[in-house]
């Protein structure tokens, strides 16, 4: 079976950083994604590790350690807008390709 | 403007009624996939499509059918609504590189 989590809720202040981990356990592996949901619209893609590693984008960055099943999405330079939620979703191979997502996390930022 | 789109954007309909949610990419990507978001839950897959031809079931297939006869169309259909199926319903596409491009989703209703 695939399992994803990641913690519900988190409350970061404007200008800091917030770590928002993700730990998985699925067979296949194929890829982490992290996207952004803002309430009531549809997820975008924020990135995607596949090999061990930080991938920088910008304010945001991802790691992954694939020994571990364990990823993390750091937003620095919080802004007001960075309110919504960050979805861990993981690629499997196993019966058939697919993507299946954690619960996400709401992130709420404060001024 | 390419990309994914779904119809109806929302709809109310009484139990026991077939209902079918269209969706139609005009990117020409090759899987296609339905998830259901309730609140707490995340994503959960419905049904997916790798390729015109072929479908699977993911993490919540009960209840629904999928079909796949071209490449751009990827419709869901409910043949006999129950009110635990009352959710945002998203189809979304791959491109090569696994990530995901969403429809503004489907707000479904069962009474």
């Known amino acids: 079976g695939q399992n994803i989590d990641q913690p519900t809720e988190m409350t970061a202040t404007e200008g800091a950083i917030v770590q928002i981990n993700c730990t998985y356990q699925?067979?296949?592996?194929?890829?982490l994604f992290w996207y952004q949901q803002h309430a009531g619209e549809a997820p975008t893609f924020l990135s995607y590790?596949?090999?061990?590693g930080l991938e920088e984008k910008g304010r945001f960055s991802s790691f992954l350690s694939r020994s571990k099943g364990y990823s993390y999405l750091l937003l620095k330079e919080l802004q007001m807008k960075d309110s919504a939620s960050y979805l861990c979703a993981v690629d499997s191979l196993a019966g058939g390709f697919k993507t299946i997502f954690g619960a996400g996390t709401r992130l709420f930022v404060k001024a | 403007i390419a990309g994914i789109t779904q119809a109806p954007t929302s709809q109310i309909l009484a139990a026991g009624r077939r209902m079918t949610l269209r969706c139609t990419q005009d990117m020409r990507h090759n899987a296609m996939y339905w998830y259901r978001q309730d609140l707490g839950l995340g994503l959960r897959l419905i049904h997916y499509?790798?390729?015109?031809?072929?479908?699977g079931k993911g993490e919540v297939p009960d209840g629904y059918s999928v079909s796949r006869a071209n490449t751009d169309d990827f419709p869901l259909t409910l043949a006999s609504a129950v009110p635990s199926q009352t959710s945002v319903y998203f189809c979304a596409s791959s491109s090569d590189t696994g990530e995901l491009f969403f429809g503004e989703g489907s707000r479904l209703t069962v009474l």
């Open positions: 499509s790798n390729t015109a031809g072929t479908t």
């Open positions: 699925t067979s296949g592996f194929n890829g």
């Open positions: 590790n596949v090999l061990d």
